[in-house]
């Protein structure tokens, strides 16, 4: 079975004939999760940055005092 | 003993200058003339108020200014020599008055309150004496994003100012570090519950768990790890943003500078000033209020751009961050409202966004995803809608649709969501749901503009965007961190009808065609204040 997107959501909302309609728990998880699964690892990506830029040392900028 | 209240008129700056010279004399007790080169920051303060127009000065003797008041109390009190607590303002004016004589007169009758520039507030400390200052930006000189309005009372009569505070360091009691910390915490001051740090109380926080020299003098600044404690200990989140590895690469170079500026344009778009570590020769520290935007992204420095992942077609992803020209900063040691150019010109000394080591938001507390991992979120949404819409299109077409579009990400109070929707969809479920639904007190939001509407922008107040993705600041890694995403689809495709997909409770709603609409909060000119 295909995954619901975001982008489906929208365009069968769109085309449907009714205004408004509830979307199953399951589903909205689904969506959430495949979100998600795009986000995390970027997100994961810049909360290794900052873990490296402090272990490899770049923490000795914070020693640069600002007093000009 | 001098008038409390005194006017004075001017025709030009030279004139401004003697006079401002004059009350400093006074102030001190000490002879002063003031010029561009010993009094940078003050004649940069004064040539300011003669560009927005002003013509005569209301000045104010004898002031208590609490912000000098807590600096005389930690330090100046305790010098054996005699210091006076004494400050003055003074008080721009655009009228010229009839008389000289009768300054109530002139406030009563001839001053209009637009006509008022705001003040600067005098400290006797003769050789950096610019204290607590609040001038408007005026027009011309950039958007800016971070101000709000401040009351001042004088002679009976309440005026207004919408500016961006501003003080130069004194170089006791703090240095250019504390100085900007104040100027970010006072334009936040209303936004995050009123909480007011003097410059002594700044030094205080930074210095209570790190110190490697004596705080009294403060003049060899703080260190960066200091300015976090200053930042944590008044109430934010010390927030770290790693800007620049100094590479010898000029390609990387280029790469770091465009990153930079995306990251500060997503805190300064969210009106959240941007503390700037920079250091050429030395250490320096300013805060980034704004920018100026242009009508086409020609620089290529800051021409940014991303490339996602769509069914294994690389799309282009634009932010409008590239429009931006250059940052907008209060430098204490130079004056208030100052462009700071990306690169350094050999020919000039002067700072440049390439000297940034750090940048500190004064993002609050309550916020728990940053604006960099909110934007991953945002990106991970966006890939998701273009998958769908991007669908029956050969792939060269799938990159042609998504060139069409440019995304700003901002943090947004619930209330201007609430307050957007009521003025841009009415009767529609759009607004029902913008004004009703269950949101936190802040919202990430990534708005999504087409890309050639953008420019507009730089020249008015445009309507550019066609859709939107809310997202849960407190919801840190979560499935349902996207709470509502709507989109315009008759404006980029063949639908006949927008759709928005909410996500508490789940529910999608289909919603007629609305045209282009504005941005949550207006990209041109300057931001609204506060209570606006």
């Known amino acids: ?68 | 003993m001098k008038p409390r209240l005194q006017l004075f008129a001017f025709e030009d700056t030279p004139a401004l200058i003697q006079k401002v010279s004059e009350i400093l004399s006074e102030l001190t007790e000490v002879p002063w003339q003031v010029d561009s080169q010993q009094h940078v920051t003050l004649y940069e303060c004064c040539e300011h108020a003669f560009r927005l127009g002003a013509r005569s000065i209301v000045i104010q003797r004898r002031v208590f200014d609490p912000d000098f008041l807590a600096e005389f109390n930690a330090y100046y009190s305790r010098l054996f020599a005699h210091s006076s607590r004494d400050c003055a303002r003074l008080h721009f004016f655009k009228q010229k008055p009839v008389a000289l004589s009768d300054p109530l007169r002139f406030l009563d009758t001839e001053a209009l309150p637009v006509g008022y520039c705001g003040f600067i507030t005098l400290r006797p400390v003769g050789r950096t004496p610019v204290a607590a200052t609040f001038l408007v930006p005026g027009e011309g000189g950039g958007n800016i994003r971070c101000l709000d309005e401040f009351p001042v009372h004088l002679g009976g009569i309440k005026l207004r100012v919408v500016g961006t505070p501003f003080m130069q360091q004194d170089n006791a009691v703090g240095a250019c570090a504390q100085a900007s910390i104040w100027m970010a915490l006072r334009t936040m001051r209303k936004r995050e519950g009123d909480r007011a740090f003097d410059p002594a109380q700044i030094s205080g926080e930074a210095t209570r768990f790190s110190t490697v020299t004596r705080i009294l003098p403060n003049r060899e600044g703080l260190t960066d790890g200091q300015m976090l404690h200053a930042v944590r200990g008044t109430g934010y989140s010390p927030h770290l943003i790693w800007l620049s590895t100094a590479p010898s690469d000029e390609d990387k170079k280029r790469e770091e500078l465009r990153l930079a500026k995306h990251k500060i344009s997503i805190y300064l778009d969210s009106e959240i000033p941007v503390l700037l570590a920079l250091y050429s020769t030395s250490g320096h520290a300013v805060v980034a209020i704004g920018y100026t935007f242009t009508n086409t992204p020609t620089n290529a420095v800051t021409n940014v751009n991303d490339s996602r992942s769509i069914t294994g077609v690389a799309v282009p992803i634009a932010y409008t961050t590239s429009w931006i020209q250059e940052l907008i900063i209060h430098n204490d040691n130079s004056g208030p409202y100052l462009r700071l150019p990306d690169c350094t010109n050999p020919a000039k000394r002067g700072y440049a966004l390439e000297q940034a080591d750090i940048a500190i938001p004064l993002l609050p507390t309550d916020v728990f995803l940053t604006g960099e991992e909110a934007m991953q979120v945002g990106l991970g949404a966006w890939d998701e809608v273009l998958i769908d819409l991007t669908a029956t299109l050969a792939n060269h077409d799938k990159i042609a649709f998504a060139e069409r579009f440019a995304l700003r990400l901002l943090l947004l109070d619930r209330r201007h969501a609430r307050s957007w929707g009521r003025d841009n969809a009415p009767a529609t479920d759009l607004a029902s749901e913008m004004r009703l639904a269950d949101l936190p007190r802040r919202v990430w939001a990534l708005e999504i503009h087409l890309k050639d509407e953008v420019g507009k922008h730089a020249t008015e107040a445009a309507r550019s965007m066609i859709g939107f993705i809310l997202i849960d600041p407190t919801g840190d890694v979560h499935p349902n961190s996207v709470l509502v995403t709507y989109l315009n689809l008759p404006m980029v495709t063949d639908e006949q009808h927008g759709a928005m997909v909410v996500a508490r409770p789940a529910k999608s709603f289909q919603i007629p065609p609305l045209g282009l609409l504005p941005p949550f909060r207006a990209i041109h000119g300057h931001a609204a204040p506060f209570g606006a």
Request: net charge positive.
């Open chain 1, 1 to 68: 079975m295909t995954r619901v997107t975001l982008g489906k959501l929208l365009l069968d909302t769109a085309r449907g004939a009714q205004a408004q309609r509830t979307i199953p728990t399951e589903q909205m998880r689904e969506l959430g999760q495949g979100i998600m699964q795009r986000a995390q690892p970027e997100i994961d990506k810049i909360r290794e940055g900052q873990r490296k830029a402090i272990e490899e040392g770049r923490a000795s900028i914070l020693r640069k005092r600002r007093g000009l």
